[in-house]
């Protein structure tokens, strides 16, 4: 049985999730304890609870202790078998990071996976937005070949979440490594401007006039879509995501939320020096995309390698967890002021 000490490392709810997603790929049983217990709320929350019972669906786990503000859980995992599945949140927890859960749980399925997820937030505070993980994660792994879509039916925010989409995956049981190992020449910027019941206001379209104005001072030619949304009427709300590409195959993202009291001016700044400081640095991963690809590269044949600004508490989380669960290993290095990490 794995056992994982949740208080270990970030002792955030990355430890859970990739615990679980691990556990379920190797087919092992896990014992995890001391969950998210760095956190001022230590436990489960409704999000991390949907998240482990969505695993638990997709490989037909027996699980014990899985209950709201838990500490305690055990996960017995049996075959991945696919098909279709539904998961509700019930808040505006974090869909991207449930679906960061069960993504690598899904490609390793013997069948097709269809997700459902519903009452949930898609563009919430400390996680990326739904559109990162579509144009940004999603087109990377693809080069790991990665075989995974999704659709967005509604956008949900805080408080009321009330989003919905659907993850669909094909089966990928062999990952090719990821070689990123020069910057290179920007080509293009690019980026999605979604505001939801806001077009009034011209939000989503302030947020993109801002960032290319702001962009183009820098000299980039920003092409940035503008999404006047209009598909949940109980949760009004905003986001902005921008990336980066590369002559060399390098894709950096940067995203952003709208708030109450929060100008689109606001938002727009944010994403936007998020990117330049990405862009500025010039690493092959941004510090976001670095922590997201680990158990994917763990996972994946043959060496991989890529580069990123800064050795985040959750990337620290996500390599001790490849390396114990997986047996295999990582060596992190500095390098032209990057982190340079490398699965051998």
């Known amino acids: 049985m794995i056992e994982i000490n949740g208080a270990e490392k970030s002792g955030s709810g990355t ?14 049983p896990l014992h995890i304890y001391n969950i998210r217990k760095k956190r001022s709320q230590p436990g489960l929350r409704p999000q991390h609870l949907e998240a482990v019972l969505t695993a638990a669906k997709l490989c037909n786990a027996e699980i014990k202790g899985a209950s709201l503000g838990s500490q305690e859980v055990w996960f017995y995992p049996e075959k991945i078998r696919g098909g279709r599945a539904e998961a509700e949140i019930g808040t505006a927890g974090s869909i991207p990071m449930l679906i960061m859960t069960v993504l690598p749980i899904c490609i390793f399925a013997e069948h097709p996976v269809a997700l459902h997820i519903s009452k949930g937030g898609t563009d919430v505070k400390h996680s990326p937005t739904i559109n990162y993980l579509k144009y940004v994660l999603l087109r990377v792994l693809r080069r790991m070949e990665v075989k995974a879509s999704i659709e967005i039916h ?50 989503a379209l302030r947020q993109a006039a801002e960032a ?53 001016e606001t938002v727009a700044r944010e994403a936007v020096k998020g990117l330049l400081d990405e862009v500025a640095a010039k690493p092959t991963a941004d510090i ?57």
């Open 288 to 344: 976001h995309l670095a922590d997201m690809l680990i158990p994917y590269v763990a996972l994946a044949d043959g060496e991989s390698t890529y580069s990123t600004r800064i050795l985040t508490d959750h990337m620290e989380s996500n390599l001790w967890l490849a390396e114990k669960i997986l047996g295999v290993s990582f060596s992190v290095k500095k390098r032209d002021g990057l982190v340079v990490i490398s699965k051998k």
């Open 212 to 264: 290319k104005r702001l962009l183009k001072s820098r000299g980039f030619n920003a092409k940035i879509s503008v999404v006047n949304d209009y598909s949940n009427p109980i949760q009004k709300g905003s986001s902005l995501v921008l990336w980066a590409e590369t002559d060399m195959n390098v894709l950096l993202g940067s995203d952003a939320i709208g708030e109450i009291r929060k100008t689109s």
């Open 15 to 28: 430890i859970l999730r990739l615990s679980v997603a691990l556990s379920a790929i190797v087919g092992e």
């Open 154 to 203: 509604k956008y949900g925010y805080y408080p009321k979440g009330g989003g919905e989409v659907t993850l669909r995956t094909q089966p990928s049981p062999s990952l090719k490594p990821l070689i990123l190992e020069k910057f290179g020449g920007v080509e293009a910027v690019e980026g999605i401007s979604v505001c939801t019941f806001l077009a009034d206001r011209k939000v």
